[in-house]
């Protein structure tokens, strides 16, 4: 039962750890499009109808990153200059996805709003919530043009990399680059064009489920048959053997020794038809219909 | 009287005489064919005779904007279509199967979930064969998903990754489920040897109340976590379960496998079969479904016993599993099984395969709807 249940506890833990370490790998998010100064005229707006100069980022992973508690700045001297608060749901990025902080300069204004705004010649860094690493980096270039946006392009979306940086028109919440609006099939198509990937992972994935609950409800068969029980030693306690010996002393006639002897057998080896409860009573049974008329009426709601 | 014959023939422009072709009166032939199948031979009349009179619906050749066609928005049937084609019949219908299935066998068994899986090769063997066809990937997940072997799960899948493909989806899913008695019998006993077929396996122990509650709750949890994309499908499932084995909820599982589930089969039957009008449905597309349907139980039945043959080799004498149960992975509840069965009592009259082949045929069900889920996800 000790080895089970360690087996238990290690592979809950293993998942768990696993499932923590996913989530919190930030080094997976890039700064993936700045804008500086909004077109005055078709601009993407914040939650408030202003348009102010935004950043995007963005996870590349395959996994979720939450990128609460991580920081924004301008200034290399001072990484925690803007906050992420943490909390916020909104803050977890699935795969592939995208959120647009706005440098407002009032980041009381809500969880995506920056205490700084952006000044072209500069720098913009995400640090991770340790204050201290640089996950990202992304220079605005003096000479961008109002309106437009410094942004990174992944020339290979298989691996990711967002290696093109140039100018260009904003695309807030969606992947730069030419294969930005791919459906999940397109993508399948040209990432595994013959099906052999989808296939293998699908294949264990089917297995796995499977197998977990095959581990789950073996255990748990074995617990409900009594495997796990503690066998009974075989040995007569004090209290039955003066049992015994009374009834022995009481009548000494061959029709009580072989009534104790076949309750001894019942008892030593187990084969007792089942255990009863010894309690006698008038129970609600499901299976009854007894009480039909009741169960067809609804029960008045509670105050 | 010149008004009465052009009123007469403006009317005759409207009937079905006037508007017919060919075509229509294949689909219309074929309807009845599933009808007389449905009923001659009694093969899944339930789901045989909406589906075949939802054929002759579907095709009456009628003068469009009428508003009465399944494809013409607002009109009765395109409403009752909608069940289908946003895809909430299906988890209606396991909702249904969950509150009359007993997972005892499973429950009791646990090692045969696993055929359960393997069987689940039939949708990945045709997604495979489907590509290698032409089709897109979305196309070619929701035509794997035929070999799953369940109707609703092929509905389900279908109408989130190819709608236009649906009909044929579902029309050859209800076929082949329909013929699976026909189809695999053959392959069961050219795979196995007399010798196999005669392995007796001990009956299940008996499960109690307590492990059948916890089933459909421990099973959903896990399910779901690690694929959250068939929720739908899994969730309405082991809710029904639930239901069914709670012990309090005795009305509600008795309305989700009785009239509920009735309706809905009535309904999602009908809607499917009026969907395969002839121009969207007598096309090379559906030609290629079918053929691909039909290997995708070939092969999710052959790797089934298969399985169970490669498995055996592992086995001490006296825990060999007779590999006549490995078709059975393959959903079709309950009538994979019985072939189990049926093909088990020809080589010993006193072998019983029924309750063995009942888990691994409740696991398929699983199986196919995290398999489901997988392809949503990485398709949809």
Redesign the interface.
Known sequence: MNRTLKTIITLAATVFAGTALRAQNVSDLIISEVVAVPDSVVSFKDDFGQANGWIEVFNKSQGTVNFGGCFVTDDIHNLKKSSIPKGDLRTKLGPRQSAVLYASGDSRQGTFYLNFKIEKGKTIYLVSNDGKSIIDSLGVPQNLADGKAIAKFANDKKEMIFDDIHEADPTPMSINGKHGSESKSQIMAREDPHGYTLTATSVAVVFFALIILYIIYGISGEIFKGTFKRKKSGKIDDETAAAIAMALDMDDNGETYAAIAAALELYLHDTVHDNESFVLTIQDSPASEWRNKALTFRKAPRN | MHQIVDSLQQFWQFTGFANCQIVNLIMIVIGVAFITMAIVKEWEPLLLVPIGFGMIIGNIPMFPGLNVSIYEDGSVLNILYQGVRQGWYPPLIFLGIGAMTDFSA???Q??L??I??AA??G??GA??LA??LGF???E?GAIGIIGGADGPTAIFLSSK?APDLMGAIAVSAYSYMALVPVIQRPIMLALTTKKERLIKMPRP?E??Q??KV??PI??FI??AF??PSGLPLLGMLFFGNLLKES??T??LAETARGPLIDVVTTLIGLTVGASTQADKFLTGNSLKIFALGLLSFIIATTCGVLFVKIWNLFLKEGQKINPLIGNAGVSAVPDSARVSEVVGRESDPKNHLLMNAMAPNV?GV??SA??AG??LS???
């Open positions: 499973l429950i009791s646990p090692r979930m696993l359960g899986a689940q090769m949708i990945f997604y495979l590509l290698t897109a990937p979305n070619a990754l122990r499960v109690s307590k492990e916890i089933f421990v099973g896990m399910t690690i694929v012990g309090v005795r009305r696991a699983i199986g995290v398999a997988i392809l990485f398709l949809g």
